[in-house]
């Protein structure tokens, strides 16, 4: 049996609950989701509540089940490409990140924690 969203594919810029939790579901519903993180930190979820040093929050992995993730650096050429293919092999992102930061997210590269 298919499921509705079989075909779908997502990416998935989102982070702690809401976001991951939305995107959870439309994993559920047969969409390939993407979720993508920064390098060195990634979602903060994956520490927060951290039962196991050194490994993966539950927390984290209860919201981000059903997804594929990767790693990836856009302030660097190699990963603006791969940003950009994609974002054009995609048919929906789902983002729940303040505005200026997706917007440099997205533009330029994570933007620095100030």
Known sequence: ???????????????????????QLLAWFGADVIKVERPGSGDVTRTQLRDIPD?????????????KSLTLDTKKPEGKAVLEKLIKESDVMVENLVRARSTAWVSRGTPSRN
């Open 1 to 23: 049996m298919s499921k509705p969203l079989e075909g779908i594919k997502i990416i998935d810029f989102t982070h702690v609950q809401a976001g991951p939790a939305c995107t």
């Open 55 to 67: 490994v993966d929050a539950l927390y984290f992995t209860m919201l981000n089940s059903n997804k």
